[in-house]
């Protein structure tokens, strides 16, 4: 049969497609942009004929009903390496279970934990050689993919066209549903006053011809704003957003003088605005690989002056870093701060930047504390910490001893909580 007539006769409808899921499959689907969001929006509506079927919701865009349903437990259960806010009340509700790991090792980590024998995704339509590509996200769509007994795609026309990604052939596939909604994305959270404080702060740490990975959120997006005026940067990231798309069009990432993939912007995923998929879109100087690639610390490293930006939750004294919990309540994931960290603290010139603000969003607590909060999972240690920015300056931490960190630390904490914190220290014997 012709590919073109092969691909046409896979097309099902919704209920088609649901009806195919049985009591014991696990599935997994694509991320952000390949999120099949018309199955997952109807997946709730086969739990009263199944039983034991695992659903992998590893940071879903969608709030989609079979997530939060508390009455799906033991019908539909989740897991996932990554919470989002989506999945805050499913873990209250007893919804889901978190598997901890660095996202370099997602797809071996879900594999080996509970292999995905169904995989869903959003897909373009086929091309002239009788594929259809999953554009947004390399995560681990082609690992899931290669491992699943069944696949179904999602045939989404809106999707942007990028290099790199997985491209699947027409046979492959065991059914197509059309769709046609908007690809998923995120609008940019507004900037405040501490925001580009921090971000000014940052740029000082960045030169001219670095390679930088930066992470989600308003603060991230700052630094993206505050290096505008840099030159012959490049981009070495898990995710790539549209402040990196700004960065790219104005001139200021060229990736000309990247050591690894030289001219090309390298990402695992991308999400932000509509303006980002845009630019993505048929673009030969931006590749997407797996993340079993992309976050592997000894492929990171490989990138001379690797400048890694992330944020965090809170940091103690000594420099260990929490990004992911607020005390035992899990609150994200480890994601690919463990990753970056590791990569760029080992690059030839290499620079690890933890960035935050020194207080939380009201002002009463302290992000910089004189230990952890009870709970708080440790997501980099205090050996790979290299620089802590917040609004009030920069602490070195690479290579300084205990003594030092704690005066860089206190230095840079909000005035409000510096004296406490040195009595706090002087009491913990660290001064």
């Known amino acids: 049969m012709e590919k073109a007539a092969l691909y046409q006769s896979k097309f099902r409808s919704i209920q088609q497609v649901l009806d195919q899921i049985q009591s014991g499959d696990t599935i997994a689907a694509g991320w952000y942009g390949n999120e099949p969001a018309a199955l997952l929006g109807q997946l709730h509506t086969i739990a009263p004929r199944v039983t034991d079927v695992t659903v992998w919701v590893t940071n879903p865009v969608g709030d989609y009903p079979f997530i939060n349903d508390a009455a799906l437990n033991g019908r539909i259960d989740l897991l996932s390496i990554f919470y989002n806010r989506l999945l805050h009340q499913a873990h209250r509700n007893g919804r889901v279970s978190l598997i901890p790991a660095n996202l370099h090792s997602l797809a071996e980590t879900m594999i080996r934990a509970k292999r995905p024998n169904l995989f869903l995704a959003a897909c373009t339509p086929m091309d002239e050689n009788g594929c259809v590509q999953l554009p947004c996200s390399q995560?681990?769509?082609?690992?899931?993919?290669?491992?699943?007994?069944?696949?179904?795609?999602?045939?989404?026309?809106?999707?942007?066209?990028?290099?790199?990604?997985?491209?699947?052939?027409v046979e492959r596939v065991d059914a197509f549903v059309?769709?046609?909604?908007?690809?998923?994305s995120i609008e940019?959270?507004?900037?405040?006053?501490?925001?580009?404080?921090?971000?000014?702060?940052?740029?000082?740490?960045?030169?001219d011809g670095d390679c930088i990975q930066l992470g989600i959120g308003s603060m991230p997006n700052a630094v993206g704003e505050a290096l505008r005026d840099k030159q012959e940067l490049g981009i070495h990231t898990e995710m790539i957003t549209t402040s990196m798309a700004r960065l790219m069009?104005?001139?200021?990432?060229?990736?000309?003088?990247?050591?690894?993939?030289?001219g090309k912007t390298i990402g695992a995923f991308a999400l932000g605005t509509a303006e980002?998929?845009?630019?993505?879109?048929?673009?030969?100087?931006?590749?997407l690989r797996p993340c079993s690639y992309v976050n592997d610390p000894f492929v990171i490293a490989q990138n001379d002056n690797m400048v890694s930006i992330n944020t965090a939750l809170e940091i103690d004294l000594t420099g260990?870093?929490?990004?992911e919990s607020i005390g035992y309540r899990q609150y994200s994931g480890t994601g690919g701060a463990t990753d970056f960290a590791y990569g760029a603290y080992h690059s030839k010139g290499g620079r690890g930047i933890i960035a935050l603000s020194s207080t939380t969003r009201d002002g009463r607590l302290s992000r910089i504390r004189s230990v952890l909060s009870p709970g708080a999972a440790v997501s980099i240690s205090r050996n790979l910490v290299d620089y802590i920015v917040t609004e009030y300056g920069i602490a070195p931490m690479r290579d300084r001893p205990i003594?030092?960190?704690?005066?860089?630390?206190?230095?840079?904490?909000?005035?409000?909580?510096?004296?406490?914190?040195?009595k706090e220290a002087r009491d913990m014997l660290l001064w």
């Open 139 to 169: 995560q681990a769509e082609y690992e899931l993919l290669a491992a699943a007994d069944r696949v179904i795609l999602e045939v989404n026309p809106a999707l942007p066209h990028t290099f790199g990604t997985v491209n699947v052939p």
């Open 178 to 184: 059309a769709v046609s909604y908007p690809v998923a």
């Open 188 to 207: 940019e959270p507004p900037l405040n006053d501490t925001d580009r404080a921090i971000a000014a702060n940052v740029a000082t740490l960045v030169r």
């Open 249 to 262: 069009a104005c001139g200021a990432v060229t990736n000309s003088r990247k050591t690894l993939h030289p």
């Open 276 to 287: 980002l998929y845009r630019y993505m879109d048929y673009n030969p100087q931006i590749e």
């Open 320 to 323: 260990q870093v929490c990004s």
């Open 403 to 422: 003594r030092e960190r704690v005066e860089g630390l206190i230095r840079i904490a909000h005035p409000q909580f510096r004296e406490a914190l040195r």
